[in-house]
């Protein structure tokens, strides 16, 4: 096939995606970009599932690791910063091989996601600091105050989304409601990209789910998460301490759980988790992604001719 503009990989956790990414990035001499909003955390390369050296298969990967988890980051985060990744890899020749779990990275990629303003430290600093040390509901009814129909529909047990909408309401002084309406900028074009989800069968992606912890836990995990449990309470209450499999080790650690039962939580967090970025990606992707079953039998000179599904 002619050589795409990008390629998209897309899908649900432990389906097979990085080592695809990798495959097709070295087909096309392409260089893999991270689109998983984990993946992007420092110290977390064994729970969020990092490709590691041996991994990548000497393929260049970025946006991989390169975020303080104390920092505040987003979908509009991550496209401000592949916007001036693109150009660098345009220049070079290479072909931006997207690859995560994330279906909002993938609507900012396409223009399906508001170009939402910087949040200024000052603001943020305030309501992140609130978040974490007055309760959810707390905030929730200062959002219901200030903004009701976001009130409405962010639930009350969500602090993240909460806090979030806080900001985003303080630095723009309008409701979510007019700053959402999917109408931002595509960064790439569609139409010369090949865009993949993968949707394996489920009962092998559980056994895939249930092996992959297993390794993670060989690899240390464990000591993984303890290392990160020491960068302090903003690092763990952001969104990288949602991290499957971090509070179940920490739990474990705390005497709370025994192993085998912090494993068990954290597999089936992971199976719950994968369940919902199957419904998205089914809702979300339309027809013109291309819904595969088997990464490994992938093969880029062939897709043009595949019927979508």
């Known amino acids: 096939m002619e050589k795409p503009t990008a390629i998209l990989i897309a899908g649900p956790t432990a389906s097979g995606k990085s080592a695809l990414a990798v495959r097709l990035a070295a087909q096309v001499g392409g260089v893999v970009v991270n689109a998983d909003s984990m993946q992007v955390f420092d110290g977390l390369r064994i729970l969020s599932a990092r490709p590691t050296k041996a991994e990548m298969g000497g393929v260049e990967h970025r946006l991989y690791g390169h975020v303080d988890p104390a920092a505040s980051y987003s979908a509009g985060a991550w496209a ?106 595509a960064l790439i074009d569609p139409a010369g990209a090949c865009k993949l989800v993968l949707t394996p069968d489920r009962a092998v992606l559980r056994e895939r789910i249930s092996r992959r912890f297993d390794m993670m836990l060989a690899d240390g995990a464990l000591a993984e998460a303890r290392a990160f449990a020491a960068r302090g309470e903003i690092a763990l209450e952001g969104l990288a301490g949602q991290a499957i499999g971090l509070r179940e080790l920490l739990a474990h650690g705390e005497g709370k759980l025994t192993l085998n039962e912090a494993r068990d939580l954290a597999v089936t967090r992971s199976r719950q988790y994968a369940k919902r970025q199957e419904t998205w990606f089914r809702n979300q992707f339309g027809d013109d992604w291309l819904r595969v079953e088997n990464a490994e039998a992938v093969d880029l000179d062939r897709l043009a001719g595949e019927p979508r599904r």
């Open 80 to 185: 401000r910063e592949v916007e001036p990744l693109l150009r660098e890899l345009f220049d070079r020749g290479k072909v931006a091989v997207f690859c995560g779990g994330t279906g909002l990275y993938f609507k900012a990629l396409l223009g399906g996601l508001d170009d939402l303003p910087e949040i200024p430290d000052a603001i943020r600093r305030r309501w992140r600091g609130r978040g974490a040390t007055e309760p959810p509901e707390v905030l929730h009814a200062e959002l219901a105050r200030r903004d009701p129909a976001a009130g409405a529909t962010i639930r009350p047990s969500d602090p993240l989304r909460i806090v979030r909408a806080l900001e985003l309401v303080e630095t723009t002084g309008r409701p979510l409601g007019e700053l959402r309406g999917g109408k931002g900028r």
